[in-house]
């Protein structure tokens, strides 16, 4: 990979990954109600989840889902249909107890599976591959397996360290955010970035 690519590469992972979306708005949310520690697992799954999407991506699945109406439809679908719940759970929570692993359900592996829910992360993954780990014709680059291995690394140190950032942000929120009903609100912001989030997945 030239430096050129590695430079595009780099330009285009940290839009991508430290814009507001579900895995971002998620961190801050179980940092801010849960502490930095528990937010820790779901910055860990991210990255976890998205590599195994994006390998699937290269093993052709990407295409398939993308190419075939009713498997996308049912990915965004069931996607939508997640962040709207978890949506709905958050809105109505005011006290920092009242957010548990148990009814956010977004642990180390809901958070992995979350990703082959999210169609924007289907479309990344299906975008980094045409564009870093095969050719201008389509087709399989000279050095596919080390492409691919570089875009999962740089996506891997990308993921980690954004989610990571918003649930920093989160923590320290978190005293500020148990006076009063501060955390009720700042709860319904973040489930509103959710459901927005949710109707721009429908729009893709």
């Known amino acids: 990979m030239s430096a050129a690519e590695l430079t595009a590469l780099l330009l285009f992972c940290t839009a991508m990954s430290f814009s507001p979306g579900p895995n971002t708005t998620l961190s801050t949310a179980l940092a801010a109600n ?20 994006m390998l699937a991506c290269g093993l052709g699945l990407g295409a398939v889902i993308t190419t075939v109406p009713a498997l996308r439809w049912g990915v965004t679908l069931l996607g ?5 719940w978890l949506a709905f759970k958050l809105a109505r929570a005011s006290q920092m107890t009242q957010v548990d692993a148990s009814r956010l359900q977004v642990g180390f592996w809901q958070g992995v599976g979350l990703q082959f829910l999210n169609i924007k992360a289907w479309m990344l993954a ?21 492409r691919l291995a570089i875009v999962c690394a740089v996506m891997v140190g990308f993921a980690f360290s954004s989610n990571f950032v ?6 320290l929120l978190r005293q500020w955010l148990a006076q009063g009903s501060r955390l009720l609100w700042f709860n319904r912001a973040l489930a509103l970035v959710l459901v927005i989030t949710a109707s721009w997945m429908l729009t893709l």
Do not use: D, K
């Open 80 to 84: 939508v249909a997640y962040m709207l």
């Open 34 to 53: 849960l502490g930095l520690p528990r937010a820790l697992r779901f910055c860990l799954a991210v990255p976890t989840g998205w590599t195994l999407l």
């Open 166 to 171: 918003y649930a920093l942000i989160g923590s």
């Open 126 to 146: 299906l975008t980094l591959s045409a564009g870093w780990v095969v050719n201008a014709a389509g087709q399989p680059a000279a050095n596919p397996g080390e």
